[in-house]
C-alpha cells in the first residue's frame, strides 16, 4: 500500500518569497504530517493534518502553515523564506487506524 | 518532550560483515519505536517497528532490532550485509502506533564495502 505522491520535486526559490508544497495521499489515507529534512539530519516534524485539521505540530514558526482539502490531499505554505528552510521536505499519510505512516519521495526546496 | 540519539553518523563495513546501528531514545510518555531506510534520492520507507509483544522485531530483508527498556535503546542489526543494504537509517519514536508524528534521530549512514 503506497502511492503518496508529492509536487514538485525540485523547487528554487528567492529569500523572501513564499512557496507552496503540494501531497497527494493514497485514497482512504485521512492523516497526513509534513516533514522537513535539512541535508545531512534527520527529518523534523512541522505539523499533522487529521479530516482537514491540524491536530498536532512541531517546533516550527507560523510562517509554515498548511491545508488538508476534503480529497485528502495537502499543501505546506511557507512565507518570508529563509535560507535556512533549504531543505528536503516530506510528506505521509496514513489510513483511519493504520499501523503504518507512508512516505512521498520529498521536494527538494532550495532558497537562495 | 521526546529524543532521539544515534550514536555513530557513519558505519562502514565490508560485504557479509555484520552490522548494529546504535540507537538510544528519552521520553515522559510510552513510545513506539521505528526504523526507516532513506535510499539516495528517495523518501523514507519502514524498516520495522516495535509496537509491544516481543522486544525483538524483524523485517522481512534480515534486519532484526532489540528494544531494551531498561536501556532505552532499540538498536538495529544485521547479521551479514549486502552491498545493496547502504543507505540511510533512522531511528525514531512516536506516540502513535501509526508512526505518525515521528521524532527522529539524526541518521546512521551505512557503507557497505565489496
Known amino acids: 500500500e503506497t502511492g503518496v505522491t508529492q509536487s514538485p520535486t525540485h523547487l528554487i526559490k528567492t529569500r523572501g518569497q513564499q512557496v507552496t508544497l503540494r501531497c497527494s495521499s493514497q485514497s482512504g489515507h485521512n492523516t497526513v504530517s509534513w516533514y522537513q529534512q535539512a541535508l545531512g539530519q534527520g527529518p523534523q516534524f512541522i505539523f499533522q493534518?487529521?479530516?482537514?485539521?491540524?491536530?498536532g505540530r512541531g517546533n516550527f514558526p507560523p510562517r509554515f502553515s498548511g491545508l488538508q482539502f476534503p480529497n485528502y490531499s495537502s499543501e505546506l505554505n511557507v512565507n518570508a523564506l529563509e535560507l535556512d528552510d533549504s531543505a528536503l521536505y516530506l510528506c505521509a499519510s496514513s489510513p483511519e487506524l493504520g499501523t503504518e505512516a507512508f512516505f512521498g519521495q520529498g521536494t527538494r526546496l532550495t532558497v537562495v | 518532550a521526546q529524543s532521539v540519539t544515534q550514536l555513530d553518523s557513519q558505519v562502514p563495513v565490508f560485504e557479509e560483515a555484520p552490522v548494529e546501528l546504535r540507537c538510544n531514545y528519552s521520553s515522559s510518555v510510552s513510545v513506539y519505536l521505528f526504523w526507516y531506510v532513506q535510499y539516495p534520492n528517495q523518501g523514507l520507507q519502514l524498516l520495522l517497528k516495535y509496537l509491544s509483544g516481543s522486544t525483538l522485531v524483524e523485517s522481512i530483508n534480515g534486519f532484526e532490532a532489540e528494544f531494551n527498556k531498561s536501556q532505552t535503546s532499540f538498536h538495529l542489526r544485521k547479521p551479514s550485509v549486502h552491498i545493496s543494504d547502504t543507505a540511510e537509517y533512522f531511528c525514531?519514536?512516536?506516540?502513535?502506533?501509526?508512526?505518525?508524528?515521528?521524532?527522529f534521530g539524526g541518521g546512521t549512514r551505512l557503507m557497505v564495502k565489496p
Open positions: 493534518y487529521y479530516r482537514e485539521e491540524e491536530n
Open positions: 525514531a519514536v512516536s506516540e502513535d502506533n501509526a508512526g505518525n508524528m515521528l521524532t
